[in-house]
């Protein structure tokens, strides 16, 4: 009788662990299905143990880097007591495109929460007047009208993308745009190296008066940044282009030659990774 009971008692055990077992894993199962589909990443910044030099090409960062493979982008992440180092390398010709084209932007949450706290866009991408003439590496640029046509303006426009930043924040609604050399404390730059784009910052952590625009944190605490492109506008191309009939209403701008249908345009950039930034307590 009471190895009867005591069976009974072990499948029960047993039905319970296993049942339990199951809720655990799927569980677990939901939250991997969550953080991909939020694009949450867990990353650790590196202490900086080496020069690092914002000059668009990645020589010192090649021991530093996590690779994502979904968008053919690597990150590096270092940080010291008073400033955090950022190199992203971006080998998707797609992703490359829409930077230079639409303009890139790094948000920092130092609360580690979900809002776009402080902003920086770098490069500010081209005016939807420069998309519409087709002004990106490769393209062939379309031909406005004459009366429209200002040599002088299209001829600085790509070099402003390049030698201007705009901070976002951390006001609601407050942006400026400026000379890179007016960020105080805020280096940044963007250099096409071997079929790649090499994006490279140095930013404050903490502000004070010879650097006003900062991170808003301390060395070995956690934030949260978020790397992201807009969303592709495709520009209302009246008349397709340079005036010319667009085909059949197929051709016009990113259409296939012959009037074929167009191409799938590839989503914005979102990549979105709570941040552990290295602490000086560590290296001890």
């Known amino acids: 009788m009471k190895t009867e009971i005591y069976r009974t008692r072990l499948k029960v055990s047993k039905r319970i662990l ?22 949450q990443f867990q990353l650790s910044s590196i202490w900086r143990d080496r020069e690092v030099t914002i000059d668009g090409k990645h020589d010192e960062w090649l021991n530093s880097l996590m690779y994502f493979e979904e968008d053919n982008i690597s990150l590096g992440l270092l940080n010291d007591e008073s400033f955090m180092y950022i190199c992203m390398i971006v080998e998707n010709p797609m992703i490359r495109s829409q930077i230079m084209r639409q303009g890139f932007t790094l948000w920092f949450d130092p609360d580690g929460g ?8 770098f490069p500010i991408g081209m005016s939807e007047e420069m998309q519409m003439r087709g002004m990106r590496e490769g393209d062939v640029p379309m031909k406005p009208k004459r009366e429209e046509q200002d040599p002088e303006r299209v001829r600085q426009a790509p070099m402003r993308q390049m030698t201007e930043l705009e901070i976002i924040g951390p006001g609601k609604d407050e942006s400026v745009r400026m000379p890179i050399e007016q960020a105080k404390g805020i280096n940044v730059t963007i250099n096409s190296s071997s079929g790649s784009l090499v ?35 495709r520009p209302n191309m009246r008349g397709g282009m340079g005036g010319m009939p667009g085909g059949g209403g197929r051709g016009g701008m990113g259409g296939m030659r012959g009037g074929g249908m167009m191409p799938r345009m590839p989503g914005p950039l979102k990549i979105k990774a709570v941040v552990q930034l290295a602490s000086p307590y560590e290296q001890e």
């Open 18 to 39: 296993t049942s339990r077992l199951l809720a655990w894993i799927f569980i677990l199962f939901l939250l991997t299905i969550f953080f991909i589909a939020c694009g």
């Open 199 to 233: 994006y490279e910052l140095k930013i404050p952590l903490s502000q004070d008066e010879q650097k006003p625009y900062a991170v808003g944190a301390k060395a070995g605490s956690s934030i949260r940044i978020r790397l992201e492109t807009p969303k592709f506008k």
């Open 114 to 121: 979900k809002k776009r706290i402080f902003g920086i866009k």
